[in-house]
């Protein structure tokens, strides 16, 4: 039996995908630098080279090598090959981006957006942001990543109602709004799973394929990374730890979010955490009750999902003095675990949404791009 030589079609393509991944990462490459960086021939790279200019995708920068020997020519891929929509919908309002294949960003805008908020008035805020960064980037938008501040159905992408969430705008579906806009794959997912996705690329989790995030902030979240995959639930709810029985202030089994109701932590006629008013009441008895009703829920987080690491993020999960208090506890349980503090805290849930969306571009570009 003899074995099938791949087509002439796909080693082209293979080695198109070479070389637009190494331009990719270097920016710019001249042909003997590609053959080098890719392994490939130097007349397949050039042929290479050829065949995308030619169809675009590809430019001569107009530098050339000096010194001595044979002058080469610099290429980068062109200006308008593609971006990547990054979107983060958020209490403090809707900001979209515009990243290139190099992971900078081309363009960005901001709308701010009432509380509560309400579906029309996000749904106008997002169109604006997007129609915004499209108007200032010089290609299509490729690919997207949406990150919001509100539970996602799994399936459908749309924002869910949950009691006594802080931030809740009613049913809206980024999908519907964005994604006639580009041309390839939208991924909706809620904040703190973006941000425990940014904590693994390249903060406290870098590099470890089981652990739990837990969100500290206006809201309460968790997420559970599992064989270096974030588990969404069958819904897309997992992780909601809002509701989860814990250790009330007064010694009662209360709901998580209950114990800062109990405590006055709430602003008023919200469900959100009040952080500053937080942050000034962590001495003494309040401290106390929050590493309770914390250690509860650590302690859920421990027997169900058995981590190796638990990350703190948020605006008061980092806060030395809880931090602290909380690695004090956790040694105190039957089951122990390293505790640590995010360190992905400039826009987390944005940055591991731009992460991803970055790999999607990339991936796009190089499997579709070629001519």
């Known amino acids: ?141 490729l690919v997207g990543a949406v990150s919001a501040a509100d539970p996602v159905d799994r399936r459908t992408g749309r924002l869910v109602h949950l009691p006594d969430a802080p931030f809740l705008i009613g049913e809206l579906s980024p999908a519907e709004q964005v994604g006639p806009l580009i041309a390839g794959s939208l991924r909706v997912d809620n904040d703190v799973n973006w941000a425990a996705r940014a904590e693994r690329a390249s903060g406290a989790a870098q590099g470890l394929d089981d652990f739990a995030y837990l969100h500290l902030g206006a809201g309460l979240g968790c997420a559970v990374v599992s064989d270096g995959e974030v588990r969404r639930g069958a819904s897309g709810l997992a992780g909601e730890i809002a509701h989860l029985v814990t250790h009330g202030p007064d010694g009662r089994a209360v709901a998580f979010t209950e114990v800062f109701r109990v405590l006055g932590l709430r602003r008023p006629g919200s469900a959100a955490i009040d952080v500053e008013a937080l942050s000034r009441a962590l001495p003494g008895e309040t401290l106390d009750a929050l590493i ?58 944005l940055a591991g949404a731009r992460s991803h969306a970055l790999g999607e571009l990339r991936s796009w570009i190089a499997t579709r791009s070629q001519f």
Do not use: F
Request: proline share 6%; hydrophobic share 45%; net charge positive.
């Open 1 to 141: 039996m003899t074995t099938a030589k791949p087509s002439l079609e796909l080693l082209r393509s293979l080695t198109d995908e070479h070389v637009l991944r190494a331009l990719m990462e270097h920016r710019r490459l001249t042909r003997a630098e590609l053959a080098k960086v890719t392994g490939i021939s130097k007349p397949t790279v050039s042929e290479s080279v050829r065949r995308l200019a030619e169809s675009g995708v590809l430019r001569d920068t107009g530098e050339r090598t000096s010194g001595r020997g044979r002058v080469g020519s610099y290429y980068a891929l062109a200006d308008d090959v593609g971006a990547a929509l990054v979107v983060g919908i958020a209490p403090e309002g809707v900001v979209a981006e515009g990243v290139d294949c190099h992971g900078e960003v081309l363009a960005r805008a901001r709308h701010a957006v009432s509380r509560p908020a309400t579906p029309r008035q996000v749904a106008v805020a997002l169109r604006r942001v997007v129609n915004r960064v499209r108007a200032d980037l010089p290609g299509p938008l």
């Open 292 to 349: 309770a009703a914390i250690g509860g829920v650590l302690s859920a987080l421990l027997a169900v999902c058995d981590p190796e690491v638990v990350v703190l993020g948020g605006e008061w999960g980092t806060e030395p003095a809880l931090l602290g208090a909380i690695e004090e506890r956790v040694r105190s349980l039957p089951r122990r675990v390293p505790v640590r503090a995010a360190e992905v805290v400039a826009e987390p849930a």
